[in-house]
């Protein structure tokens, strides 16, 4: 039994390693960082894994240490997924 337990695990966490692997990288424009509420407000174009055109709007961040990687004005590219319910930025990046 302890073995089956180990291999679901293990396959979970495979399976949800390779689901945010092939999310789509968007192009932004931060508009907004708000730390204490951890979201930030982005200028992006269209999200295919959401469904939703370009437009400016507020996302919930995975990790509040993201925000301390970009500032209002940086050019991003950054993944975003629903979680629970939230539409939330998984990963951003500053484009060089």
């Known amino acids: 039994m302890k073995k089956i337990l180990t291999a679901l695990c293990a396959t979970l966490l495979a399976a949800a390693a390779f689901a945010q ?6 192009e932004g ?7 204490e509420a951890k979201k930030i407000t982005l200028r992006h174009g269209d999200i295919p894994n959401l469904e939703m055109t370009g437009m400016t709007m507020v996302f919930r961040v995975k990790d509040p240490e993201l925000l301390g990687k970009v500032k209002p004005g940086d050019k991003v ?15 951003i990046e500053p484009e060089s």
């Open 21 to 26: 692997a092939v999310l789509p990288a968007v």
């Open 77 to 91: 590219r950054f993944t975003a997924d629903k979680v629970d319910g939230a539409l939330t930025v998984l990963s």
């Open 29 to 35: 424009e931060v508009r907004k960082i708000d730390t």
